[in-house]
């Protein structure tokens, strides 16, 4: 037996101590292999014989991944798959040391790894992907991350390594777009569709400025915070020509989205069973990045087709009678494109809105200021307010316009679960953040309502 099987096999067991303990076991293994052996993520990834896919984005990471997933399994792949979210170096670790046989073999062909924005420039160099999906960047716990161009320069840094052979980048996002500027064989994807285009830039937009010049760009059309159509008038830089596009979306409200899906090769009619045009943008990253891996249209449109809701992102569980609509919010773009596709529905809304602070979350909470919750006000039948900063959301949908009447706050959250089931009908919205949706996954679970903690 080999020194890394050895490893791999004293690791595995403190994961199997863990899982009994109940503290989970894809994590803190994966971190004590790394102790162990430094370089097994490198290792481990460069015996998948068909390579390996790395995702990373601010929002829609999980669920792009879900969706790609379910693409490559019906083109006959066997993936070795983060699909959990453990996203940063124990969770890929724990992921490939999972996936190890006794003599350090994988079961599986192909990696496909959702990668935190943060620790893409110590993961990339060791995996050495096929292909890199960068699918946008938006303000997102600035304690933790910084400014926007903090995370772009480090990607910029990943990107000029050649440490992935094929980039996928989001034409509409400036920042993202602009890294593949100086590469060849970049595939862009983006919506060309104007019929979904926003009046006008949100208050929540990031990225207003040319990354190359400084000058403000001049937007022709806004689909969702600052991804859109847009050029710099000083310096000429302009969108790149997506080859994979949405040229038609109708958005069905909760129940999904209709898209036209133009490929290099064809155009197909997509039926997408996620609500929302931000997992429009998820399908169409999907898209590209499987179609750099050689995925054919009839296995992009099934997989899309067949894709199911992960844990928390838009994912229907029934308790009390009611059906509850997990729908997770963690920065004011995506805020934003919660309440609007919650806008879609006819009638008023009956919602569980749990806000903590937490350091998943951000210990910074006032891009709830910038989220624009007066897009609902009116049509909020009733709010429960949950999680550690519960108060402080409760004045957020006061100053939106919430009479107070209708706002209730319940700190705990099994209180406010029950509160919120017991005190309306039909269908109830819950909109947590991070560790929130995670602690309601829990209480669902203990409740018999979902199953596993990611099931």
Same mark, same amino acid.
Request: net charge negative.
């Given at each position: 037996?080999? +020194?890394?099987?050895?490893?791999?096999?004293?690791?595995?067991? /403190?994961? &199997?101590?863990?899982?009994?303990?109940?503290? !989970?076991?894809?994590?803190?293994? !994966?971190?004590?292999?790394?102790?162990? @052996?430094?370089?097994?993520? !490198?290792?481990?990834?460069?015996?998948?014989?068909?390579?390996?896919?790395?995702?990373?984005?601010?929002?829609?990471?999980?669920?792009? *991944?879900?969706?790609?997933?379910?693409?490559?399994?019906?083109?006959?792949?066997?993936?070795?798959?983060?699909?959990?979210?453990?996203?940063?170096?124990?969770?890929?670790? !724990?992921?490939?040391?999972?996936?190890?046989?006794?003599?350090?073999?994988?079961?599986?062909?192909?990696?496909?790894? @959702?990668?935190?924005?943060?620790?893409?420039?110590?993961?990339?160099?060791?995996?050495?992907?096929?292909?890199?999906?960068?699918?946008?960047?938006?303000?997102?716990?600035?304690?933790?991350?910084?400014?926007?161009?903090?995370?772009?320069?480090?990607?910029?840094?990943?990107?000029?390594?050649?440490?992935?052979?094929?980039?996928?980048?989001?034409?509409?996002?400036?920042?993202?777009?602009? +890294?593949?500027?100086?590469?060849?064989?970049?595939?862009?994807?983006?919506?060309?569709?104007?019929?979904?285009?926003?009046?006008?830039? #949100?208050?929540? &937009?990031?990225?207003?400025?040319?990354?190359?010049?400084?000058?403000?760009?001049?937007?022709?059309?806004?689909?969702?915070?600052?991804?859109?159509?847009?050029?710099?008038?000083?310096?000429?830089?302009?969108?790149?020509?997506?080859?994979?596009?949405?040229?038609?979306?109708?958005?069905?409200?909760?129940?999904?989205?209709?898209?036209?899906?133009?490929?290099?090769?064809?155009?197909? @009619?997509?039926?997408?069973?996620?609500?929302?045009?931000?997992?429009?943008?998820?399908?169409?990253?999907?898209?590209?990045?499987?179609?750099?891996?050689?995925?054919? $249209?009839?296995?992009?449109?099934?997989?899309?087709?067949?894709? *199911? /809701?992960?844990?928390?992102?838009?994912?229907?569980?029934?308790?009390?009678?009611?059906?509850? +609509?997990?729908?997770?919010?963690?920065?004011?773009?995506?805020?934003?494109?919660?309440?609007?596709?919650?806008?879609?529905?006819?009638?008023?809304?009956?919602?569980?809105?749990?806000?903590?602070?937490?350091? /998943?979350?951000?210990?910074?909470?006032?891009?709830?200021?910038?989220?624009?919750?007066?897009?609902?006000?009116?049509?909020?039948?009733?709010?429960?307010?949950?999680?550690?900063?519960?108060?402080?959301?409760?004045?957020?949908?006061?100053?939106?316009?919430?009479?107070?009447?209708?706002?209730?706050?319940? $700190?705990? +959250? $099994?209180?406010?679960?029950?509160? #919120?089931? /017991?005190?309306?009908?039909?269908?109830?919205? &819950?909109? $947590?953040?991070?560790?929130?949706?995670?602690?309601?996954?829990? @209480?669902?679970?203990?409740?018999? &309502?979902?199953?596993?903690?990611?099931?």
């Amino acid at each position: 037996m080999s +020194l890394l099987s050895v490893k791999l096999a004293a690791a595995r067991a /403190a994961g &199997a101590v863990s899982r009994r303990a109940g503290r !989970g076991g894809t994590s803190l293994p !994966g971190k004590l292999l790394l102790r162990l @052996e430094p370089g097994a993520v !490198g290792s481990l990834a460069a015996r998948l014989s068909n390579g390996s896919a790395v995702i990373s984005a601010t929002n829609g990471k999980t669920t792009t *991944a879900a969706m790609v997933a379910s693409i490559l399994e019906r083109g006959g792949h066997t993936l070795v798959h983060n699909r959990a979210g453990a996203n940063m170096a124990g969770g890929i670790a !724990g992921t490939l040391l999972e996936a190890a046989g006794p003599r350090a073999t994988l079961r599986g062909d192909t990696g496909l790894f @959702e990668i935190d924005e943060f620790w893409l420039d110590r993961l990339v160099p060791q995996i050495r992907p096929r292909a890199l999906l960068l699918a946008n960047l938006f303000r997102d716990q600035l304690d933790r991350y910084g400014e926007l161009d903090t995370i772009a320069d480090r990607w910029a840094a990943v990107v000029a390594t050649g440490d992935a052979q094929t980039l996928v980048l989001n034409a509409d996002d400036p920042l993202v777009a602009d +890294l593949g500027r100086d590469r060849d064989g970049v595939v862009y994807f983006g919506v060309e569709d104007p019929s979904v285009a926003l009046e006008g830039m #949100a208050h929540a &937009a990031d990225s207003k400025h040319c990354r190359r010049c400084g000058a403000p760009y001049t937007y022709d059309f806004v689909f969702l915070g600052h991804l859109g159509h847009y050029h710099c008038d000083a310096c000429g830089a302009t969108r790149p020509a997506p080859s994979v596009a949405a040229e038609r979306v109708v958005l069905d409200g909760l129940r999904g989205a209709r898209v036209t899906l133009r490929l290099p090769s064809t155009t197909v @009619e997509v039926a997408l069973p996620l609500p929302g045009l931000y997992n429009v943008y998820n399908a169409l990253a999907a898209a590209a990045l499987s179609t750099a891996l050689g995925a054919s $249209p009839d296995e992009i449109v099934a997989g899309l087709e067949a894709t *199911a /809701a992960a844990f928390g992102r838009a994912e229907t569980v029934s308790l009390g009678g009611r059906d509850l +609509l997990l729908l997770l919010v963690k920065n004011p773009a995506g805020a934003n494109e919660v309440l609007r596709t919650l806008a879609l529905e006819d009638g008023e809304h009956d919602v569980l809105a749990v806000l903590n602070d937490h350091v /998943a979350d951000g210990r910074d909470v006032s891009w709830v200021w910038d989220a624009d919750f007066e897009l609902l006000a009116g049509r909020l039948a009733r709010v429960v307010c949950s999680g550690t900063r519960a108060a402080e959301l409760a004045l957020r949908f006061k100053y939106a316009g919430v009479p107070e009447e209708r706002l209730v706050v319940e $700190p705990s +959250l $099994p209180a406010a679960l029950d509160r #919120a089931v /017991a005190g309306g009908s039909g269908r109830l919205v &819950a909109i $947590p953040t991070y560790t929130a949706m995670l602690a309601l996954r829990q @209480e669902l679970v203990a409740r018999g &309502a979902a199953r596993g903690s990611f099931g």
